[in-house]
Antibody
Framework: EVHLLASGGGLVQPGGSLRLSCAAS????????MSWVRQAPGKGLEWVSS????????YYADSVRDRSTISRDNDKSALSLQMRSLRVEDTATYYC???????????WGQGTLVTVSS | QSVLTQSPSVSGAPGQRVTISCTGSSSNIGADYDVHWYQHLPGTAPKLLIYDTSTRPSGVPDRFSGSRSGPSASLAITGLQADDEADYYC???????????FGGGTRLTVL
């Protein structure tokens, strides 16, 4: 059974940094692209970033480009999202999902809440 | 403002049929990029319901079906059940934005 567990969320001040993690199990991690999708309070889903199975290709939404870095450790079946220069509008629940930037997201984790506030 | 447009809400009685629409443009659905649908109950992980416009993943009942026409797509749910009450999102790829885009979501209420 595929299982994705996101962690690392919390309260951070505007301008701060945060690193989100996602532990994957139940499938051959390196065979699949992985993504982050977020949902701001009361809003819809928004794709954030994706990384290929090898880690060699990365993709970002304009809203986080230049402020975020997605990475993966295939030996540990782990996905990460390093977020910098955080803004109030980055407040959201962040979901890790198995799937690529231009396809569907087949499996989703439970999400981790990031709150950017002073 | 979402790139894909969905009605904010839809409702139906148990056993009825409802449709949820998703309207895009020439850079996404209208460009023949696939459409995918998700069911999301607040506080839980979203669930893939339909992929590649009309294909159901294993385990999704055939009460759920997807279709498309031009720059729009639709999700139909027949035989409404109480536990169908959730938010539904469409998703596609947008060539102008070079990334995935979602609709704003439609809240389904089962009366």
């Amino acid at each position: 059974e595929v299982h994705l567990l996101a962690s690392g969320g919390g309260l951070v001040q505007p301008g701060g940094s945060l690193r989100l993690s996602c532990a994957a199990s139940g499938f051959t991690f390196s065979n699949f692209a992985m993504s982050w999708v977020r949902q701001a309070p009361g809003k819809g889903l928004e794709w954030v970033s994706s990384i290929s199975g090898s880690g060699g290709s990365t993709y970002y939404a304009d809203s986080v480009r230049d402020r975020s870095t997605i990475s993966r450790d295939n030996d540990k079946s782990a996905l990460s999202l390093q977020m910098r220069s955080l803004r109030v509008e980055d407040t959201a629940t962040y979901y890790c999902a198995r799937g690529d930037w231009n396809e569907y997201f087949q499996y989703w984790g439970q999400g981790t809440l990031v709150t950017v506030s002073s | 403002q979402s790139v894909l447009t969905q009605s904010p809400s839809v409702s139906g009685a148990p056993g009825q049929r409802v449709t949820i629409s998703c309207t895009g443009s020439s850079s996404n659905i209208g460009a023949d990029y696939d459409v995918h649908w998700y069911q999301h109950l607040p506080g839980t992980a979203p669930k893939l319901l339909i992929y590649d416009t009309s294909t159901r993943p294993s385990g999704v009942p055939d009460r759920f079906s997807g279709s498309r026409s031009g720059p729009s797509a639709s999700l139909a749910i027949t035989g409404l059940q109480a536990d169908d009450e959730a938010d539904y999102y469409c998703q596609s790829y947008d060539s102008n934005l070079s990334g995935s885009v979602f609709g704003g979501g439609t809240r389904l209420t089962v009366l």
